[in-house]
């Protein structure tokens, strides 16, 4: 199953690809629909690896994420 890393904008989740994908942990840009009409879409990258692994790769190179899941849904 997918998880799934919410991002600030489309070049945050650009960035955030390209970081991870130097790390060898391949990863897709998604959109991702606002919730109940609040704020407008926003972007993720949907990750096939261990979350955990990812979002320390992040966090280590100043990538700051909305949220994490698991699924295709924040």
Do not use: H
Not at 25 to 44: E, M, T, V
Not at 50 to 60: D, G, N, V
């Amino acid at each position: 199953m997918d998880k799934l890393v919410k991002l600030a904008s489309v070049t945050e989740a650009m960035r955030a690809r390209d970081i991870l994908k130097k790390r060898g942990i391949d990863s897709k840009i998604a959109r991702i629909p606002s919730q109940n009409g609040r704020g407008s879409c926003g972007y993720g990258l949907n990750i096939k690896t261990e979350l955990s692994k990812a979002t320390e790769i992040l966090s280590e190179s100043g990538i700051k994420f909305d949220g994490q899941a698991l699924g295709d849904s924040l």
